[in-house]
């Protein structure tokens, strides 16, 4: 993994900068500071488009360091915008900046009954106030307290009343931070709900490819329960190959964390590679043919893509998911690989997919498809070896 020059791991040092902005994000995550990112990232996205048509005309290759300056500033103020850019609380159609008597909710995760409540959050599409609806938006954290609601699914779209309060903070200085854990999430207000205090309007208004990965894994579940008559022992099979937690008990939870051993609870990266063995074992016979390489490539990132898909996209599975996808498409064209760069590479783009940072679509361009940008003629020049 350690890299014996730094051009061979160009994507660390895109990395750094980039998390920089997002640290800072999560500190100055207001609207507030909206204008202090977009106003320096317009002018610093200005400068390296013109910058990158003058590039022989104003000599620049003379002075390399100013390419790699504009580039570390863009990525810093790009990962601030997307920080600010995905916190729901600053867009003016949020729910709880308007009055309301009734909200409309779609259902956006896998309802959980847990202590006698069924758990899921919500995303906010229209809400009611005086008889008038008004598109809308926003997550809420939904309780139902009601035998009934065990027949929620995802992608239901329910009708519930506008009875929310925020999600209280840490009462003890050493309490877990629920609330913080909550908004990184983009979760700020929770509603508690009983019988009668909601109506389903609709079905199967949720996202096709996920609807049918959350009734395969349920189909999973029962296959596992009618074939395993240990509940416990059924309940850690269902957490450890298709990462549902919703049977968990506190107890083994207690037990697992007691020994030091909850991580084994969570599917990870360990199970994505397992399963890539397994299929390269199986699918070896297909590269003595011609287009067997390509055709084997295709199909275990397809599968492996397939079972990130099963078990909810946790970020772990996708970080796992993307590294191996690139060593494969490496491997199959014969390309050097250096695994740190991969694991640059696959956090960047991770980071970037949680967020709509739209100002920043241009100087991606120039900067990842474009050969004749600063960046590939600095990357591949020697700008590595100019700051070395």
């Known amino acids: ?103 409309i909710a779609r259902i956006n995760s896998e309802p959980n009954l847990k202590n006698g409540l069924v758990r899921f959050t919500a995303h906010i599409e229209a809400l009611e106030n005086q008889k008038h609806l008004s598109p809308s938006t926003g997550t809420l954290l939904i309780a139902i307290k009601d035998s009934a609601a065990v027949q929620l699914k995802y992608g239901d779209v329910l009708l519930i009343p506008s009875s929310y309060t925020t999600v209280d903070p840490p009462f003890n200085r050493a309490e877990f931070n629920y609330k913080r854990y909550l908004a990184n999430q983009n979760i700020y207000q929770q509603s508690f709900l009983y019988a009668g205090q909601y109506k389903v309007l609709a079905h199967d208004q949720g996202n096709t490819v996920i609807a049918y990965a959350l009734k395969l894994r349920q189909h999973l579940v029962r296959k596992l329960k009618n074939n395993i008559h240990d509940t416990s022992a059924v309940n850690v099979a269902s957490t450890l190959i298709l990462g549902y937690k919703a049977d968990l008990s506190n107890e083994l939870l207690q037990a697992y964390s007691k020994t030091g051993t909850i991580h084994i609870l969570s599917v990870s990266g360990g199970h994505v590679a397992i399963i890539y063995l397994m299929l390269n074992i199986l699918l070896g016979f297909m590269g003595r043919y011609k287009r067997g390489k390509a055709i084997k490539a295709v199909l275990i990132i397809s599968l492996i893509w397939y079972y990130a898909l099963l078990t909810g996209f946790s970020p772990a599975v996708c970080r796992a998911a993307v590294m191996i996808s690139l060593i494969i498409m490496g491997k199959t064209y014969s390309r050097y690989i250096n695994t740190l760069n991969i694991l640059a590479v696959s956090a960047f783009f991770l980071l970037l997919s949680l967020s709509r940072p739209k100002l920043f679509c241009l100087p991606a361009y120039f900067i990842f498809c474009c050969r004749r940008c600063l960046l590939y003629r600095l990357f591949w020049a020697g700008y590595w070896r100019n700051l070395s």
């Open 1 to 103: 993994m350690i890299a014996n020059h730094k051009g061979e791991i160009p994507f660390i040092v895109l990395l750094l900068p980039f998390l920089a902005g997002i640290w800072l994000g999560l500190f100055l995550s207001s609207a507030l500071f909206l204008y202090w990112v977009i106003i320096p990232l317009a002018i610093l996205n200005s400068i390296f488009i013109t910058l990158n048509f003058g590039y022989t005309q104003l000599r620049l290759y003379k002075s390399k360091w100013i390419g790699g300056l504009l580039i570390h500033l863009i990525l810093f103020f790009a990962g601030w915008f997307c920080v600010i850019g995905n916190n729901e609380l600053n867009q003016a159609a949020h729910f709880s900046k308007h009055p309301s008597q009734q909200l």
